[in-house]
Each structure stands twice: as structure tokens, then as C-alpha cells.
């Protein structure tokens, strides 16, 4: 009787070349896309600050309409709700900053995470604020680990967007973005 040579399927030393091909494959490219995600958070914020000082203009607009740009704390209405304001454009300290930018609803006290991003802390500035004592509320992508929520310095806390309120009238709020460790 002859036994058939013909093989079919594949011997273990093919197997395991393939399976080694496939674990240096992915352990280049791993590092790869851990890096996306990192520049998708650094990207988010950096689009949280656009759609602050975008909304900051506008709303600086309806202020200097309505009288109130030049006040330390004043108010706008927006249909039902008033929006607060320092110095024309909206407080970060109460939820007009969620009025006014679309995703920042209900980011109003340090802890609040509302599913798109957090609001970590803000610092014990004084009002009025000073260039020396400046006020200012540092925020961050929806789910950021971070447990700092003692900030001294603007800028401070990895990856996160500090807004700092306008120190005098005339003064544009000022960003800091902090893309380290996203």
C-alpha cells in the first residue's frame, strides 16, 4: 500500500514565522496609534479654545451693544437666560460659559465632567482680577485622569486649556494650552 505525500495545511515552522511577522508588525505599529490618540486630545482642546474665543467675540459684540463691555461683573440676556460677564465676555465661574459654547453646558463647578470635557479647577484669583492675581479656570478632554486639581500657575496641569479671564476693560481673555502628557 502507498501512503499519499501529498500535505496539505501549513508545518509549525511556517506557522510561527507568521506569528512572529505579526507580533513585530504590531508592536510598531502600537505606538503608532497610542500617538492619535494623544493628538485627538490635544486637538480637542485645541478646538475647545477656538469655540471660547469665537464665542467670546460674539459675545463681546452683544455687550458692547448693550453698554456692559467695560463693567467688572455684568449681564446680557440671551433669550431665557442671562449670560454673566467680566468685562464683556462671559464668566467661566457660573454656566455662561455653557451658554455660549455648545459642549460646556453644566461645567460649573471643578469636578464637573459632562461627558465632552472637564472642568478641573480654577485658582482663588481675586475680583476685580490683576495681571499679578489673574483669575482663571483650567478644563480638560472628558475623562483625563488627572487628579491635580490644585492649580498655581496657569498652564500648569498636563494636558488641559486655561481660560483666564480679562484683568481690566479692553483686555481679551487669554489662553493657555497645555498639551503635555495628552
Sequence with gaps: ??????????????????IVILG???????????NIQD???????????GGIQSAGEITYGKAAVAGVENELIG??????????????YPDAGNDSLGLVVDGMQGL?????????FKYLT????AL??????????????SGNPTTNTTSTTPG?????????????????????LNTDGC
Design 1 to 18: 500500500m502507498r501512503k499519499s505525500t501529498l500535505n496539505k495545511g501549513f508545518t509549525l515552522i511556517e506557522l510561527v514565522v507568521v
Design 24 to 34: 513585530i508588525l504590531a508592536v510598531t505599529a502600537a505606538p503608532k496609534f497610542l
Design 39 to 49: 493628538d485627538a486630545r490635544a486637538s480637542t482642546l485645541a478646538g475647545l479654545k
Design 75 to 88: 449681564h446680557i440676556d440671551d433669550g431665557d437666560e442671562s449670560i454673566r460677564l467680566t468685562y464683556g
Design 108 to 116: 460649573d463647578m471643578a469636578g464637573d465632567d459632562n461627558g465632552q
Design 122 to 125: 480654577m485658582n482663588s484669583g
Design 128 to 141: 476685580p482680577p490683576t495681571d499679578a492675581n489673574p483669575l482663571y479656570y483650567v478644563y480638560s478632554y
Design 156 to 176: 500648569d496641569i498636563e494636558c488641559t486649556l486655561t481660560y483666564i479671564m480679562p484683568a481690566t476693560p479692553g483686555e481679551v481673555p487669554r489662553f493657555v
